[in-house]
């Protein structure tokens, strides 16, 4: 009796060890498969938000990142740029300053895409794959209401930067409000270009069409350009300055055009008008390329209430650069330029420039009551990436501040972005835009001040522009 009293003990042990041991099983295979990274729960949302905006058809990236065979297939290659900080493009110091739309992967997010890589880059459960975000086409910031197109132009494969100017004649039912003009590229060679308007009387100019569309700079004058282009009114005077718009639009590499909140920016023009390209600048090309740029043209119901206005420090700015730009090889200096407001302005947009010996770059604003106010820092240049930065909201700039430029140029051969081997002395020739030659710029986008400016958010419209679906 009593050893069959201990066989159903022994029974009844082993049971409850059995039913121990599957629970601690089913807990830790429950914890595996929760804690496991894998593409359709974690890192699909990561690369929808920080990558495929620029990583899809009809951009300059090179390749898409939509779906998981897009991904997957590229994962060590996407581990090895995230870690190396290259991708996702965004070289604005976010702990000195925040703007709008900052692409930048947080610690977490790293982390995760590595050990998602480290595991085999496993889809998970493809069913729960959420939706790829759809995007506008051809366009970064919506469907335009007009899109015009220059003239196809061929860009010699001779290994030489190239600056062009070119026309896009456009004639409209009426005079009319454009709130913004976005420039796209149709090459990958397109470094920037500076978009201006000319617009015409009716009384003073018959056809606007007829001209040449595309000149070399190198081998022009401005009063060659006009007369080439047919920019000139029919009696041969120039249009008057209320007839310009110099800063219409404008494009560098990453540059996303900014559409500010209705009753700010934009511009009236009269129905029959030039969009004049005044530097449009192609990077050599190895090969024959076909540029097909055009600019989307965004019209306003009416006219915004307070235009913007610019002011551009250094290279061809409002104040001179110390000590003068000219950088011997070998070296490694460090240049100032600062220029006092006047009045009080509410700052919307900044835009730092410089070239391929470009190493770092700050602003601020110095206050009459002797507070720093940041405006923007870029710890590590990259030549490739320059934006236009749009705070979230307006920052007021009192009358009597001094902003100031500190700008660090790199011609050593420390620099892998130095255009020559050996460095040569290189040096600021009268505002040249050739890649090889060097420019200091920062561009101010701004208002009068108004009470109340520093509460208005200027990302409204960003906002709604996101994940618009069209077709052009």
Not at 106 to 119: E, K, M, P
Not at 170 to 184: H, K, P, Q, W
Not at 221 to 247: A, C, Q
Not at 301 to 306: C, E, G, I, M, Q
Request: overall charge neutral; aromatic content about 10%; hydrophobic content about 40%.
């Amino acid at each position: 009796m009593k050893n069959k009293f201990a066989r159903i003990n022994c029974i009844t042990h082993q049971f409850m060890m059995g039913v121990i041991f599957f629970l601690v099983a089913v807990t830790f295979l429950s914890c595996s498969q929760k804690n496991a990274i894998t593409f359709s729960n974690d890192v699909a949302p990561i690369i929808y938000d920080k990558c495929t905006k620029c990583h899809r058809p009809g951009t300059p990236a090179p390749f898409s990142l939509i779906s998981y065979k897009d991904v997957a297939k590229r994962s060590k290659t996407i581990r090895e740029i995230i870690n190396k900080g290259i991708m996702p493009p965004w070289p604005a110091d976010p702990s000195y300053t925040h703007f709008l739309g900052e692409n930048q992967l947080s610690a977490d997010q790293v982390s995760i895409i590595n050990q998602w890589v480290d595991a085999g880059a496993p889809i998970g459960d493809s069913s729960k794959i959420p939706p790829a975000p759809q995007f506008p086409t051809g366009s970064m910031i919506g469907k335009p209401d007009m899109v015009l197109k220059i003239k196809p132009f061929l860009v010699k494969g001779d290994h030489t930067d190239r600056f062009m100017v070119m026309k896009i004649p456009f004639e409209l039912a009426s005079d009319t409000f454009i709130r913004a003009i976005e420039f796209v590229p149709g090459s990958k060679l397109v470094h920037h270009v500076n978009g201006r308007i000319i617009f015409y009387d009716d009384d003073k100019k018959q056809n606007i069409f007829a001209g040449e569309y595309a000149l070399d700079t190198k081998e022009e004058t401005r009063e060659s350009v006009f007369r080439k282009m047919n920019l000139l009114n029919d009696d041969g005077s120039y249009p008057g300055n209320d007839h310009y718009i110099h800063s219409a639009t404008n494009y560098l590499p990453g540059v996303i055009t900014m559409l500010y909140p209705e009753s700010i920016g934009g511009f009236f023009v009269k129905r029959k008008g030039i969009i004049y390209l005044n530097d449009i600048h192609y990077g050599p090309a190895m090969e024959d390329v076909l540029d097909t740029s055009y600019v989307n043209i965004f019209f306003g119901a009416t006219p915004s209430k307070r235009p913007v206005q610019e002011i551009q420090l250094g290279t061809l700015g409002i104040s001179d650069i110390v000590p003068f730009l000219v950088i011997p090889p070998d070296t490694v200096m460090t240049f100032i330029t600062r220029a006092k407001i006047l009045s009080d302005i509410s700052l919307l947009t900044v835009n730092p420039h410089m070239h391929l010996l470009g190493k770092s770059f700050v602003a601020y604003a110095l206050k009459p009551n002797g507070d720093t106010l940041p405006l923007i820092r870029i710890n590590h240049w990259d030549f490739r990436w320059q934006y236009f930065y749009t705070y979230e909201k307006m920052l007021h700039i009192p009358a009597g501040s001094t902003i100031e430029v500190v700008a660090v140029m790199d011609n050593t051969t420390a620099n892998p972005n130095n255009p020559h081997d050996p460095p040569q002395e290189v040096e600021g020739r009268n505002g040249s835009m050739r890649t090889t030659d060097e420019m200091l710029q920062l561009i101010l986008t701004f208002l009068p001040y108004e009470t109340g400016d520093e509460n208005i958010e200027l990302g409204v419209n960003r906002k709604t522009n996101q994940n618009v679906v069209f077709n052009q």
